[in-house]
């Protein structure tokens, strides 16, 4: 039986730590270090995108992130479009060996509000 996506995004979620905006926001302004990742596809991205964050879309994480984040205990929070590929982003990561990852599953515009306000 195939699984569908939000099963699939259900069964990341188990595994990974999943955040809203607001503490979100509080753990990047608590670690000098803390990287913002949009996972969203480019074109998505170059229309609007937070201020602080870098994009690599989901579907080139394995092979771009290594060259941006060496250090595998970095601070990374994802972030998409609704929380979707941000949780599965967050948990590919995790497979790969980063250790401080969080998914921020709240909508764009509320994760954009919240982030650019302090910005």
Same mark, same amino acid.
């Not at 990742?37 to 480019?42: F, I, S």
């Not at 201020?51 to 080139?60: A, D, E, H, T």
């Given at each position: 039986m195939l699984k569908t996506a939000d099963e699939m995004i259900r069964e990341a979620q188990q595994h990974i730590e999943c955040v809203d905006a607001v503490t979100a926001l509080q753990l990047f302004d608590q670690h000098a270090d803390a990287l913002i &990742?949009?996972?969203?596809?480019?074109e998505s991205a170059e229309t609007s995108k937070l @201020? &602080? %964050? /870098? @994009? /690599? %879309?989901?579907? &080139?994480l394995e092979m771009k992130l290594p060259k941006e984040v060496a250090n595998p205990e970095q601070l990374i929070l994802t972030h998409c479009g609704g929380g979707g590929r941000a949780s599965l982003a967050a948990y590919t990561l995790q497979q790969m060996g980063y250790t401080r990852v969080y998914a921020i599953t709240a909508p764009y515009d509320e994760i954009k509000r919240v982030f650019d306000a302090t910005s």
């Open positions: &990742l949009d996972v969203r596809e480019a @201020n &602080l %964050s /870098i @994009n /690599i %879309s989901r579907g &080139l």
